[in-house]
């Protein structure tokens, strides 16, 4: 079946726009995950959803960064008065559920803040 | 919270040698252990995990050994071809915490 998609692949923006970050999961997959990859870097843990519910947000850098999910299935990650730090590969992940099961990745979106 | 270390951050390697990359964890109630391969400009992708109820598992050229009492766990690559040459990340899980931690990548170059 169909992978985890996001779009766009690749985000160009001028500082202090918003922008917003889309991930459809595996259909079925509970648990959704958000990672910021920054170039070179490792996985750096935003937030996960389970369900449409997000009980931890602590990863979230900061008051402009947000995220929803909806019908249990695409989730969209808000970045608002992007800043050039935001410039990142974000990358989605789904998962049957949350904790000990295999996340599957999406290809990711290059957000570039000039 | 858990913390989940990794070394190396790089290691090169002729091809044919092995490579190991090791992963200590601090939370006992991790149960679940993957590992994920990078390649440049790709997305991540399992390539072996272990559950903590057993002590190694093997895939062809990979294998993955957990040690519970001693909270470290390490990937074991044999052979290994330029096609290995890649970004690998250890991570760790559990109910307990419902998330993943991931440690911080290990580069491999594989030499011809």
């Known amino acids: 079946g169909a992978g985890v998609s996001q779009s766009p692949s690749n985000k160009v923006t001028e500082k202090g726009k918003d922008v917003e970050l889309r991930c459809d999961p595996i259909?079925?997959?509970?648990?959704l995950y958000w990672y910021r990859q920054s170039l070179g870097q490792g996985l750096e843990f935003l937030i996960y959803?389970?369900?449409?519910?997000?009980?931890?947000k602590s990863g979230l850098p900061s008051d402009r960064f947000s995220a929803e999910r909806t019908g249990g299935s695409v989730s969209t990650l808000t970045i608002q008065r992007t800043q050039q730090e935001d410039s990142a590969v974000y990358l989605c992940?789904?998962?049957?559920?949350?904790?000990?099961?295999?996340?599957?990745f999406g290809p990711g979106t290059r957000l570039t803040v000039t | 919270g858990e913390n989940v270390e990794q070394h190396p951050s790089t290691l090169s390697v002729q091809e044919g040698d092995s490579a190991v990359i090791k992963c200590t964890y601090s939370d006992s109630a991790s149960n679940y252990f993957p590992w994920y391969k990078q390649e440049l400009g790709k997305r991540p992708q399992l390539i072996i995990d272990i559950r903590s109820n057993v002590g190694e598992k093997k895939d062809q050229r990979i294998a993955v050994t957990l040690n519970k009492t001693a909270k470290h766990f390490s990937l074991h690559i044999t052979e290994t071809q330029p096609e290995d040459s890649a970004v690998y990340f250890c991570a760790a899980s559990s109910y307990n915490f419902n998330k993943f931690y991931f440690g911080s990548g290990t580069k491999l170059n594989v030499k011809p």
């Open positions: 992940a789904s998962s049957f559920n949350t904790g000990p099961y295999e996340q599957y």
């Open positions: 959803f389970q369900g449409n519910s997000a009980p931890d």
């Open positions: 259909s079925g997959h509970t648990a």
